[in-house]
């Protein structure tokens, strides 16, 4: 987000230092923006990969492209020069969407979390629908944008005889700023991470330590080897996400409990490392999807086919088939083991020849001699 209050320029880079930081955003933008806007195209495109749980890190897709597109280069131009080039306006929408698109991140994975947790430990009760999806998505980004309104109502520019600032200017510029981050941080930050602590753990020992409630016999082992991975894929992407912004959380506060540290010679490449650490956290998830889940896998072969590195084999073709299995075998984004789908697939076939047989045989009439 954009400074709270205006300061002094006093903090002078070298070209080079510039240059360094430049290439280190730009990387991290090109990955967020390319994976993620893959993962968009593999979830619409696929009628296979609509899913509950696919619903949702649509969404999550959708908030890091907007974390990158709109809120990360306009930062970094911001903090390397000190100077708003953007006006009145953008420092509005930059103080808003961008900062609702990270709440309506976190609130993802926790839904996601939920999700899983509803699936796994209560199987036979309903699932979300596709319009139930819809209006919890709708309903997250509508506390998102409660939640960042403030940071919006307040922002102003400034103009100075050599710059113009964008800033929060809060009523009490004292505490309220240092109020607001506290508040954040608890809602969007620990409070989920303790809802999705406590789903995934449960989740966790459920899976990995007991059997799973609702499953039959002879379609456990390849259900509980598809749930782990989704599970394991989906913490992954929590701790990740944890880890990123936690520096920059700590940042803010510890600088508003000691606010001479902004004006330490080196505090400008401490906010530039923690926020290239949270908002890097933007392009890991696509390679996350990539490497732990085979549908994903296959859908960024297809969508980087071009590439001359990239080779699409027969199975990843089948991966995204729109293929579905009985009703009450389906759970999100996992699949049975590829041995039993061609078991399952060669007893179809030979199901159906016999039935085009008998049928044969019926039409022939009575054998005679």
């Given at each position: 987000?954009?400074?709270?209050?205006?300061?002094?320029?006093?903090?002078?880079?070298?070209?080079?230092?510039?240059?360094?930081?430049?290439?280190?955003?730009?990387?991290a933008l090109a990955v967020a923006l390319l994976g993620n806007v893959a993962v968009i195209w593999i979830i619409v495109a696929h009628k296979r990969m609509r899913t509950v749980t696919n619903y949702f890190l649509l969404n999550l897709a959708f908030s890091d492209v907007s974390v990158a597109a709109f809120n990360a280069?306009?930062?970094?131009?911001?903090?390397?020069?000190?100077?708003?080039?953007?006006?009145?306006?953008?420092?509005?929408?930059?103080?808003?969407?961008?900062?609702?698109?990270?709440?309506?991140?976190?609130?993802?994975?926790?839904?996601?979390?939920i999700d899983r947790y509803m699936a796994i430990i209560h199987p036979l009760k309903p699932r979300?629908?596709?319009?139930?999806?819809?209006?919890?998505?709708?309903?997250?980004?509508?506390?998102?944008?409660?939640?960042?309104?403030?940071?919006?109502?307040f922002s102003t520019t400034q103009t100075l005889p050599r710059r113009t600032l964008c800033y929060v200017a809060w009523p009490r510029m004292a505490n309220d700023s240092f109020v607001y981050h506290i508040v954040v941080t608890v809602l969007v930050y620990v409070l989920p991470l303790l809802v999705m602590g406590v789903t995934y753990t449960i989740v966790g020992m459920t899976l990995w330590g007991g059997e799973i409630p609702g499953d039959s016999s002879d379609k456990y082992h390849g259900q509980l080897r598809a749930k782990r991975k989704v599970v394991k894929m989906m913490i992954i992407v929590v701790v990740t996400f944890a880890l990123c912004w936690l520096p920059y959380h700590v940042y803010f506060l510890v600088t508003g409990l000691n606010k001479q540290l902004s004006r330490w010679k080196y505090i400008q490449q401490v906010y530039l490392s923690v926020m290239w650490l949270a908002m890097s956290s933007t392009m890991y998830n696509p390679i996350i999807y990539c490497c732990l889940n085979s549908r994903f896998r296959a859908g960024f072969k297809r969508a980087f086919c071009c590439c001359p590195f990239v080779r699409i084999s027969s199975y990843d073709e089948l991966e995204l088939r729109n293929t579905r299995l009985g009703p009450g075998q389906q759970s999100s984004m996992c699949t049975l083991s590829r041995l039993n789908t061609t078991i399952l697939n060669a007893s179809r076939r030979s199901g159906e020849r016999k039935r085009e047989n008998y049928h044969l045989n019926l039409s022939k009439g009575p054998n005679t001699c």
């Open positions: 987000m954009a400074s709270d209050q205006p300061s002094a320029n006093q903090f002078v880079q070298p070209a080079w230092r510039v240059a360094l930081w430049s290439l280190a955003y730009s990387a280069p306009v930062n970094f131009i911001y903090a390397v020069h000190g100077e708003w080039y953007f006006g009145e306006v953008y420092c509005s929408f930059h103080n808003l969407f961008p900062v609702a698109a990270v709440f309506a991140s976190i609130c993802s994975m926790t839904a996601i979390s979300l629908s596709a319009k139930a999806t819809t209006g919890v998505i709708a309903c997250i980004w509508s506390l998102a944008v409660v939640m960042a309104f403030p940071l919006c109502y």
